[in-house]
């Protein structure tokens, strides 16, 4: 009979734990944003943007869009919108919002081989793109990355951290 009731205490104090560590304090996310919104917001403050072509998670070819910004595994991304020029030149932009914030250094390291790919092929076909691509913006706020190749990609950068007001 004791052993019964020292195992039954045992089980309760454990259950009490895991319910006390349930209860700790939980990844901090950031809020939790629409990239094409935060896209369009950014994309609005560049006037010298070209026509640009959208793509996005909520296209039917959202997988294999995806791969052409970005080598990372595209079960990890909740949603994204990429935007790039439609007369071929250098200009992009693109949000991703990952499922989990620790993955946005692999998706950085991804976008940044996405740029000097780019940038190579521009040497080849267009050289007075490759400043723009050496120009290229690529930061994060929590679970958001993001990528900028512009001629201002200064005040696109700014739009896209005005949508994080806690981290300025």
Excluded at 58 to 65: I, L, P, R, T, V
Excluded at 74 to 80: H, M, Q, S, T
Excluded at 91 to 99: D, G, I
Aim: overall charge negative.
């Amino acid at each position: 009979m004791k052993h019964i009731k020292k195992t039954l205490c045992l089980a309760l104090a454990a259950v009490l734990l895991l319910g006390c560590a349930a209860c700790g304090p939980k990844e901090d996310d950031g809020p939790d944003l629409d990239p094409a919104e935060v896209l369009q917001a950014m994309m609005a403050v560049d006037t010298t943007l070209p026509d640009m072509v959208t793509k996005s998670s909520e296209d039917g070819e959202a997988k294999d869009n995806f791969f052409y910004l970005s080598n990372l595994d595209y079960g990890k991304v909740e949603a994204y919108c990429y935007a790039f020029a439609d007369a071929g030149t250098a200009e992009e932009m693109a949000v991703v919002k990952l499922k989990n914030k620790s993955d946005a250094a692999a998706l950085m390291e991804s976008l940044h081989d996405h740029v000097n790919t780019r940038r190579g092929t521009f040497e080849e076909y267009s050289p007075d793109q490759v400043p723009l691509t050496d120009s290229a913006v690529i930061t994060r706020e929590g679970r958001y990355v993001v990528l900028i190749v512009s001629k201002k990609n200064g005040l696109a950068q700014k739009e896209f951290q005005k949508f994080f007001p806690e981290s300025e």
